[in-house]
T-cell receptor, first 114, second 114 residues
Framework: DAKTTQPNSMESNEEEPVHLPCNHS???????IHWYRQLPSQGPEYVIH???SNVNNRMASLAIAEDRKSSTLILHRATLRDAAVYYC???????????????FGTGTRLKVLA | DTGVSQDPRHKITKRGQNVTFRCDPI?????LYWYRQTLGQGPEFLTY????????KSRLLSDRFSAERPKGSFSTLEIQRTEQGDSAMYLC????????????FGEGSWLTVV
């Protein structure tokens, strides 16, 4: 089962910042928080990941709560091309075979209004 | 970095036929994943390889499904005696040990069983 909870959908106006929340209350100390987004008819695209500290890259920023039970993906200026499904996922605890699985939920569908 | 490559991108087949998908991971990525995604859902984990060893298979992977990764490079996913319920997008992803274990997805292979 997915270990994260996200709103089903969100809307934003073009050129405005977007804050996409994610709850992961059962996160363990070694779980990285990953964000992916998926455009229609494409595979998921890596956006950003982090462990404890806030992270920035050219696509977005990731703000991680101090207790690590929640995080927020920040798109600083939404564009129409940012309309996608955004997934917040945790790398699952390795199995005894050493498998690292990523369990996806249904994500947040972001609609960007012109 | 040429990314994860999947072939074919689209396949329409009649029920009962066999189909095979190929995945070429990012070079030097030792971990390879197969996922399946149906409309409106997030990707579902199917199986995982570390080098040539298949370390885990989801219960979603019935005995009609088989995946291989000879020599630890490309991988194939074969579906025998296809059923209409197999219609989905099949996603391949790869990663390397360390670095937060970020996985990178291909564009997916769409399967339609008629």
């Amino acid at each position: 089962d997915a270990k994260t909870t996200q709103p089903n959908s969100m809307e934003s106006n073009e050129e405005e910042p977007v804050h996409l929340p994610c709850n992961h209350s059962t996160i363990s100390g070694t779980d990285y928080i990953h964000w992916y987004r998926q455009l229609p008819s494409q595979g998921p695209e890596y956006v950003i990941h982090g462990l404890t500290s806030n992270v920035n890259n050219r696509m977005a920023s990731l703000a991680i709560a101090e207790d690590r039970k929640s995080s927020t993906l920040i798109l600083h200026r939404a564009t129409l091309r940012d309309a996608a499904v955004y997934y917040c996922i945790l790398r699952d605890t390795p199995t005894t075979s050493g498998t690292y699985k990523y369990i996806f939920g249904t994500g947040t569908r972001l609609k960007v209004l012109a | 970095d040429t990314g994860v490559s999947q072939d074919p991108r689209h396949k329409i087949t009649k029920r009962g036929q066999n189909v095979t998908f190929r995945c070429d991971p990012i070079s030097e990525h030792n971990r390879l994943y197969w996922y399946r995604q149906t409309l409106g859902q997030g990707p579902e984990f199917l199986t995982y390889f570390q080098n040539e060893a298949q370390l885990e298979k989801s219960r979603l992977l019935s005995d009609r499904f088989s995946a291989e990764r000879p020599k630890g490079s490309f991988s194939t996913l074969e579906i025998q005696r296809t059923e209409q319920g197999d219609s989905a997008m099949y996603l391949c992803a790869s990663s390397r040990t360390g670095g937060g274990n970020t996985i990178y997805f291909g564009e997916g292979s769409w399967l339609t069983v008629v």
